[in-house]
Protein backbone atom coordinates (compact mmCIF):
# COMPACT_ATOMS: atom_id res chain seq x y z
CA UNK A 1 0.00 0.00 0.00
CA UNK A 2 1.34 3.24 -1.20
CA UNK A 3 1.50 6.01 1.46
CA UNK A 4 1.86 9.57 0.85
CA UNK A 5 2.80 12.33 3.23
CA UNK A 6 2.81 16.12 2.67
CA UNK A 7 4.61 18.64 5.10
CA UNK A 8 5.96 22.19 4.58
CA UNK A 9 2.87 23.72 4.70
CA UNK A 10 2.30 27.14 6.91
CA UNK A 11 1.45 31.03 6.65
CA UNK A 12 2.91 33.27 4.78
CA UNK A 13 2.93 36.93 3.50
CA UNK A 14 1.68 38.11 -0.14
CA UNK A 15 5.10 37.09 -2.50
CA UNK A 16 6.70 34.55 -0.30
CA UNK A 17 7.84 31.38 -0.75
CA UNK A 18 7.08 27.96 1.02
CA UNK A 19 8.48 24.64 -0.08
CA UNK A 20 6.14 21.32 0.18
CA UNK A 21 7.14 18.13 0.60
CA UNK A 22 5.44 14.72 -0.26
CA UNK A 23 7.25 11.60 1.31
CA UNK A 24 6.29 8.36 -0.34
CA UNK A 25 6.40 5.07 0.92
CA UNK A 26 5.40 1.73 0.66
CA UNK A 27 6.36 1.63 -3.16
CA UNK A 28 9.66 2.94 -4.86
CA UNK A 29 8.33 5.42 -7.99
CA UNK A 30 11.78 4.36 -10.41
CA UNK A 31 8.96 5.59 -13.28
CA UNK A 32 5.84 7.14 -12.08
CA UNK A 33 3.57 10.09 -12.08
CA UNK A 34 2.44 12.13 -9.19
CA UNK A 35 1.12 15.40 -8.74
CA UNK A 36 -0.12 18.32 -6.87
CA UNK A 37 -3.33 19.60 -6.37
CA UNK A 38 -5.23 21.84 -3.83
CA UNK A 39 -8.70 22.67 -2.35
CA UNK A 40 -9.68 26.24 -1.70
CA UNK A 41 -12.36 26.71 1.17
CA UNK A 42 -15.92 25.67 -0.27
CA UNK A 43 -14.48 25.52 -3.90
CA UNK A 44 -13.35 21.96 -5.48
CA UNK A 45 -10.19 20.16 -5.67
CA UNK A 46 -7.85 21.56 -8.63
CA UNK A 47 -4.95 20.79 -10.55
CA UNK A 48 -1.79 22.53 -9.51
CA UNK A 49 1.58 20.96 -11.20
CA UNK A 50 2.29 17.40 -12.12
CA UNK A 51 5.64 15.49 -13.22
CA UNK A 52 5.92 12.24 -15.05
CA UNK A 53 9.61 10.32 -14.74
CA UNK A 54 11.34 7.18 -16.46
CA UNK A 55 14.74 5.75 -14.95
CA UNK A 56 15.29 8.83 -13.03
CA UNK A 57 14.41 10.91 -16.18
CA UNK A 58 11.76 13.50 -16.28
CA UNK A 59 10.01 13.57 -19.21
CA UNK A 60 8.13 16.34 -18.44
CA UNK A 61 6.44 18.38 -16.09
CA UNK A 62 3.09 21.11 -16.47
CA UNK A 63 1.60 23.68 -14.35
CA UNK A 64 -2.27 24.93 -14.02
CA UNK A 65 -2.18 28.28 -15.71
CA UNK A 66 -2.72 30.10 -12.42
CA UNK A 67 0.60 28.78 -10.82
CA UNK A 68 3.14 29.05 -14.20
CA UNK A 69 5.77 30.88 -13.77
CA UNK A 70 5.35 31.12 -9.76
CA UNK A 71 5.62 26.98 -9.18
CA UNK A 72 7.90 24.46 -9.44
CA UNK A 73 7.80 20.90 -9.37
CA UNK A 74 10.47 18.10 -8.75
CA UNK A 75 11.21 14.94 -7.78
CA UNK A 76 14.34 13.10 -5.87
CA UNK A 77 13.96 9.45 -7.13
CA UNK A 78 16.61 8.62 -4.46
CA UNK A 79 14.63 9.96 -1.58
CA UNK A 80 11.26 8.80 -3.13
CA UNK A 81 10.53 12.35 -2.60
CA UNK A 82 7.78 15.26 -4.54
CA UNK A 83 7.82 18.70 -3.64
CA UNK A 84 6.68 22.08 -4.66
CA UNK A 85 8.18 25.51 -4.71
CA UNK A 86 6.06 28.48 -4.14
CA UNK A 87 6.96 31.31 -5.16
CA UNK A 88 5.74 34.88 -5.34
CA UNK A 89 2.29 33.15 -3.34
CA UNK A 90 -0.64 34.98 -3.66
CA UNK A 91 -3.74 35.06 -1.49
CA UNK A 92 -5.72 32.76 -3.74
CA UNK A 93 -3.53 30.07 -3.60
CA UNK A 94 -4.74 29.29 0.08
CA UNK A 95 -5.81 25.82 0.50
CA UNK A 96 -5.22 22.42 0.99
CA UNK A 97 -2.48 20.90 -0.79
CA UNK A 98 -2.61 17.18 -1.70
CA UNK A 99 0.08 15.19 -2.95
CA UNK A 100 -1.01 12.53 -5.43
CA UNK A 101 0.81 9.44 -7.48
CA UNK A 102 -0.80 7.03 -10.40
CA UNK A 103 -0.29 3.45 -9.76
CA UNK A 104 1.12 3.76 -13.63
CA UNK A 105 2.72 5.79 -15.38
CA UNK A 106 0.27 7.93 -16.79
CA UNK A 107 -1.64 10.64 -15.28
CA UNK A 108 -3.43 13.88 -16.04
CA UNK A 109 -4.67 17.18 -14.85
CA UNK A 110 -8.04 14.99 -13.60
CA UNK A 111 -7.85 13.84 -10.25
CA UNK A 112 -9.32 10.54 -11.25
CA UNK A 113 -5.96 9.68 -12.63
CA UNK A 114 -4.46 9.30 -9.93
CA UNK A 115 -4.93 6.06 -7.25
CA UNK A 116 -2.82 7.48 -4.40
CA UNK A 117 -3.44 10.12 -2.19
CA UNK A 118 -1.81 12.32 1.08
CA UNK A 119 -3.98 14.05 3.62
CA UNK A 120 -2.83 17.77 3.15
CA UNK A 121 -1.12 19.89 3.96
CA UNK A 122 -3.03 23.94 4.49
CA UNK A 123 -1.31 26.77 3.16
CA UNK A 124 -2.36 30.08 4.23
CA UNK A 125 -1.05 33.20 2.14
CA UNK A 126 -2.24 36.52 3.57
CA UNK A 127 -2.49 40.18 2.20
Known amino acids: QVQLLESGGGLAQAGGSLRLSCAASGRTFSSGCMGWFRQAPGKEREFVAR???????????DYADSVKGRFTISRDNAKNMLYLQMNGLKPEDTGVYYC?????????????????WGQGTQVTVSS
Open 51 to 61: TRWSGGIVNYA
Open 100 to 116: AASASWKCSAASASYDY
